[in-house]
């Protein structure tokens, strides 16, 4: 793939997948990690490469972050954007904070406690994106 010096809205080959891809999704999942108590870059400039596909449907969001914090701080930058995008947002959020130590050596996560929240974090989203694609069509 080629590099263009092209501004992010306007369209061109680098987010032809990214396109493709959401205007299929019902939902996203946004995995964040914090720098410098805001979200990436790269994610506005992929946000802003796009926009009706975004429009009206959910979107959960997983921060990540090596502090104390899990992200929350990136989280808390994100969502007006997300919502001037027409996106839903939900009220959960999966947070991971000190992410050097929550892993073990397999890969295995240490705190079994996330394993609910995921499930509720998940659960909402299908919900949501189920009856927002019916309000769509
Ligand atoms: C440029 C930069 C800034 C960061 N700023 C913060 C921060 O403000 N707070 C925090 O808790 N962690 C911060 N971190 C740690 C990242 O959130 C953490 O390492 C995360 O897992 C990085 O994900 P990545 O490997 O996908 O870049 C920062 C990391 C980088 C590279």
Request: glycine share 8%; charged share 25%; hydrophobic share 40%.
């Amino acid at each position: 793939m080629s590099r263009e010096t092209v501004p992010a809205w306007v369209p061109n080959s680098n987010v032809a997948y990214w396109k493709e891809s959401a205007e299929r999704a019902d939902g996203f999942i946004f995995v964040v990690p914090e720098y410098n108590h805001g979200y990436p870059g790269e994610l506005k400039i992929l946000l802003d490469s796009l926009y009706e596909e975004y429009a009206h449907k959910p979107v959960g969001i997983a921060a990540v972050s090596s502090g104390h914090f899990g992200g929350a701080r990136a989280v808390e930058n994100l969502l007006p954007v997300l919502v001037t995008l027409s996106m839903y947002p939900l009220k959960q959020g999966l947070y991971f904070p000190n992410i050097t130590e929550l892993f073990g050596e397999n890969g295995e996560m240490k705190d079994i406690t996330y394993k609910k929240q995921a499930k509720e974090f998940f659960d909402e989203l299908k919900k949501r994106a189920l009856v927002m694609r019916g309000l769509r069509t």
